[in-house]
């Protein structure tokens, strides 16, 4: 069925409150730093004993960018010296070969990332080695089956990066754009041209990449419906395969660079609101299907594919058509998932220095999973990825009487029937069209942390 939407303003202020994004459950609150480099090392190789073996995906962080972007609440290091790249780059070589000493040499990488930051940043030359340096560790595939992806910043390309990055194996990109209005873009300290975007979006389909995904954001300062409406109409007509939409939450005391946004600029909540149901209007209007959370995608890409087949997944990325993998985490703050586990790296260069240097993996904090814990995960990722959940089907794998066991939850589950947003009974659940947008509340009922405490923070739903 494929996913439909529809906007209902009265529903949306009412469920619109703070909650996790559902990137992994447990959520990265959960991490605690008593499992460490020796329990990661303990599922590293026990995922190597697990029968079939998972294959593999490596996600690389790199971590610096030429400016800083003020709506910007990623781990990064904002400098105009690239020369800082060659100190990090040298670790991460290293940290690239001790992980690979702890897998299978035979498990095949069928999904690569390099995320930051800006991976950009780094010199065409630093590029290479990099790739071939994980090519020295890592089976990666050489028939341009696998999903490798690149987050680009265009600002940060020249003539011939593009036809390099190709070069090197990669065939999916994400580019990086937010607004084309030039008033928006001086407000965030993100000048970037419509010619030079799409420049490198041209590029990226002459040298043959799969797919072009382009990230804009809502709520920044100076936007209105009109606005925002024109800078779609452009990128629209360019039809790029995947778009995500993304909530600007504006917490200054959080994120520092915030700071430097003049509150007064910002979109009221209504014209917010306004802002999202024109673009899920014109998103729909032009063929895009929305995937979920703050996706949308065409109907032949992979993620609408893979979701109307029943193997779409989430992880930190995103929204992944790679759900059987052995996820190894590489570079300052980045997140694996191995086994029944998740781990985060440390978070500051120095400290991740520090641990390379001494030889030791950086792994700083992460959670094993309990029973519990992968059984509500299962519930979330399919309500989050397909808008339904099969009882019966949950039931029989975790050996479970669904209702007795979620008695508190079925009962939650009540007032969102009565408001529309989902259907359920003894076989199933279903998010209706209504609830979509809202699918993170539906969420969060089958999250027992959540409910333990009421002190986390997160953004908005909406």
Request: glycine share 4%; proline share 5%; net charge negative.
């Amino acid at each position: 069925m494929q996913p439909t939407l529809i906007f209902d303003l009265d529903l949306i202020r009412r469920y619109d409150k703070a909650g996790p994004r559902y990137t992994s459950y447990p959520t990265a609150v959960q991490f605690h730093e008593s499992f460490n480099e020796t329990r990661y090392r303990e599922y590293a190789q026990q995922s190597n004993t697990n029968r079939p073996v998972k294959p593999l995906s490596l996600y690389i962080h790199i971590p610096f960018c030429d400016t800083v972007c003020f709506y910007c609440a990623c781990n990064k290091i904002a400098t105009k010296n690239h020369q800082l790249a060659s100190p990090y780059l040298a670790r991460l070589h290293r940290e690239i070969a001790m992980q690979s000493s702890l897998f299978q040499p035979d498990r095949p990488v069928v999904q690569l990332h390099w995320g930051g930051g800006t991976p950009t940043f780094i010199s065409h030359e630093e590029m290479r080695d990099l790739m071939r340096v994980t090519r020295q560790h890592f089976q990666l595939l050489d028939n341009d089956q696998g999903e490798y992806s690149i987050e680009i910043d265009p600002r940060e390309t020249r003539s011939d990066t593009i036809a390099l990055l190709r070069e090197l194996g990669f065939n999916r990109m994400s580019l990086g754009v937010q607004d084309l209005d030039p008033q928006v873009q001086t407000a965030v300290n993100r000048l970037q041209s419509e010619e030079l975007t799409f420049g490198v979006l041209e590029s990226a389909r002459r040298e043959g990449f799969k797919s072009v995904s382009i990230d804009l954001i809502y709520g920044l300062p100076h936007q209105n419906v009109d606005s925002v409406a024109k800078t779609l109409e452009k990128i629209i007509a360019v039809k790029p395969d995947r778009l995500s939409i993304f909530n600007y939450a504006h917490l200054p005391t959080v994120f520092k660079p915030q700071r430097r946004i003049n509150v007064a600029d910002l979109p009221t909540p209504a014209e917010k609101l306004a802002i999202l149901q024109q673009t899920i209007q014109q998103l729909t209007d032009a063929g895009y299907v929305y995937i979920g959370m703050d996706h949308f995608a065409l109907p032949d890409d992979e993620l609408a594919q893979a979701q109307r087949n029943g193997t779409l997944y989430r992880n930190f990325q995103g929204y992944s058509t790679h759900a059987n993998c052995d996820l190894i985490g590489l570079g300052s703050t980045a997140i694996s998932k191995v086994g029944d586990s998740y781990s985060q790296n440390v978070k500051r260069v120095d400290e991740y220095y520090k641990c390379i240097d001494a030889e030791q993996l950086p792994v700083f904090r992460g959670i094993a999973l309990s029973a519990d814990d992968k059984l509500r995960r299962a519930v979330i990722t399919q309500l989050i990825c397909h808008f339904t959940l099969n009882i019966p089907s949950i039931a029989a794998e975790y050996q479970i009487d669904f209702k007795s066991y979620f008695a508190e939850e079925w009962e939650q589950l009540k007032q969102l029937q009565i408001d529309g947003l989902l259907a359920y009974d003894d076989e199933r659940i279903d998010i209706l069209p209504a609830g979509r947008l809202l699918v993170r509340n539906i969420c969060m009922i089958f999250d027992i942390y959540l409910r333990q405490s009421q002190q986390q923070r997160f953004s908005k739903v909406i």
